[in-house]
């Protein structure tokens, strides 16, 4: 083997990827196709749930120092922003900041872990045996993963279907200069970017086959608003459509798919750069387990299941902001954001647009509202030395941290952490895995969810009682 891992793909889930990977010490060969970056920026914001990641990491200030905090979300469509600043989140805002700073800050990361990073060298073949992958007929590796963009060739290849709905309608976007309020001025959204505007607008034109020009976007938008608005000094102009698909599987055999290569949405609630993360981050340590060899068998298998479910919400809401833009829908608009300012419905839509609803399922006994979710960053102190939930993740391994209910002894792959609670003990004891969620839970009397604690160990860590 040249490698453990070979990733194609350098955006935001093969960079994220990458250094989970060397967190967990799996050696890992990360081909990216393009020489250098695009000089476009497509996304613009980190939402809470990947701030709330990386910060279970350390890196979370990394992007925060250089980004603008807002303490909203918004749901497509509705004329509102959502007020995310007093749900007593750890990170209660957006941030903004361009998906080519997150790129570059990420890959310095991977760089400092020494991932190999090979700029300029693109996929185009491979091959997979019972043992490995042979990519391009000369470097072998244990697993492959395509995090190769919307059109990826891991998933052409691999054979993986990706069923969902063709476009049906198309938009114009044009980052220029001009002098327009931001806002939404009939057809027209007008976004403030540093230093110039983003302008969107419905191509009336479903069949174009030409390449849009600031003259068609010009016209276009001139047409939209009923008067000539000069558009001026172009730096990216593309177009875009509403398809929606999702891989049918994220796995086969060595091969899985993760971010833009397992699922397409619209653009609409700005999800993509922190889906593929978030896929990224389920994806990292279980990957590792399996090169490692203490993977139980379905380990890397719960990948699909855990990551397509929560990806099938994604389109499901992506969708659904999609078609509350619409012109024709202007009194469900109006309904839907009069429901969004009850007591509880906006919070529901937050939390769905953000990603902080994401539970996987961890039994059919979990019932304790924490099992499956993001374990909260709660602070606790270790040998008297205070410190946190996300800060003991910082290594990438698994915690069973134990608030004097459990005394179970070390164990070879995960922390086992004596705690003391410095506020309130919320629980007796749980089981968090390595990105973050919790796998197991025991109440502070003594109840404990989803059942014991051996199944856990063994399910998630490969941990056979002796
Ligand atoms: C106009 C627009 C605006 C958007 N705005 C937002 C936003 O505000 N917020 C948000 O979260 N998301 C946004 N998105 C979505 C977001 O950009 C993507 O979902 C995100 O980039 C997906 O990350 P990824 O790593 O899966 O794929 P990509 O970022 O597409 O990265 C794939 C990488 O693989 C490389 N590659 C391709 N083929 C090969 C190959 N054969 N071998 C090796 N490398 C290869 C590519 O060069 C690329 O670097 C927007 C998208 C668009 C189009």
């Known amino acids: 083997m040249h490698t453990d891992v070979v990733i194609a793909g350098a955006g935001p889930a093969g960079l994220t990827l990458a250094c989970e990977l060397a967190t967990a010490g799996v050696s890992t060969i990360l081909l990216e196709r393009e020489p250098q970056r695009p000089g476009f920026c497509r996304g613009f914001n980190l939402n809470a749930r ?11 200030d990394r992007f925060i120092a250089e980004g603008l905090k807002v303490p909203s979300t918004f749901f497509g469509g509705l004329p509102a922003p959502l007020d995310i600043g007093n749900l007593g989140w750890d990170h209660p805002y957006t941030l903004g900041i361009a998906q080519t700073r997150v ?13 190999d990073i090979r700029r300029g060298q693109g996929l185009t073949t491979f091959t997979q045996d019972e043992d490995g992958v042979t990519v391009d ?21 691999a054979g993986i279907d ?12 044009g980052d220029v200069e001009a002098d327009i309020a931001p806002g939404l001025h009939g057809g027209v959204f007008v976004i403030p970017r540093p230093g110039y505007l983003r302008v969107v607008v419905a191509d009336p034109d479903f069949d174009r086959t030409e390449p849009i020009t600031l003259e068609i976007l010009n016209s276009t938008v001139d047409e939209a608003l009923g008067r000539h608005v000069e558009l001026a000094n172009p730096r990216w102009l593309t177009r875009f459509g509403n398809a929606t698909r999702q891989a049918a599987r994220y796995r086969s055999g060595r091969v899985l798919l993760a971010g833009d290569a397992a699922h397409i949405h619209p653009p609409a609630g700005a999800q993509g750069v922190n889906l593929a993360i978030a896929d990224a981050m389920n994806l990292g340590w279980k990957l590792a387990a399996a090169v490692q060899g203490w993977a139980s068998p379905e380990l890397l298998d719960t990948y699909h299941s855990e990551r397509h479910a929560a990806g099938a919400r994604v389109l499901l809401h992506t969708q659904a902001q999609a078609l509350l833009g619409g012109d024709e829908v202007g009194p469900l608009r109006e309904l839907f954001a009069e429901l969004s300012e009850l007591d509880g419905v ?11 609803e994401t539970r996987y399922e961890i039994g059919e006994f979990a019932t304790h509202p924490w099992l499956g979710r993001m374990a909260p960053n709660i602070a606790v102190a270790i040998d008297g030395r205070p410190t946190s939930v996300a800060k003991l993740l910082h290594g990438g391994r698994g915690v069973l941290l134990d608030f004097g209910v459990v005394d179970h002894p070390p164990l ?4 086992v952490l004596r705690a003391e609670p410095l506020d309130e003990a919320p629980v007796g004891a749980m089981l968090i895995r390595p990105d973050g969620y919790v796998a197991w839970l025991v109440t502070g009397d003594g109840r404990a969810e989803p059942g014991p604690l051996a ?12």
């Open 50 to 60: 990947s701030l709330d990641a990386f910060d279970r990491r350390g890196i979370a």
């Open 103 to 115: 790129e570059e800050i990420l890959e310095d990361r991977a760089a400092e872990l020494g991932v």
């Open 137 to 157: 007929g000369g470097i072998r590796a244990k697993y492959l993963v395509g995090c190769d963009g919307s059109r990826s060739a891991v998933r052409k290849i």
């Open 162 to 173: 990706f069923p969902g709905t063709p476009n049906t309608r198309y938009v114009m976007l």
């Open 346 to 356: 906006g919070k529901y839509l937050a939390e769905l647009a953000t990603g902080v």
């Open 412 to 415: 070879d792959r995960i922390d």
């Open 455 to 466: 199944a856990a160990l063994s399910r998630w860590f490969g941990l056979v009682p002796a």
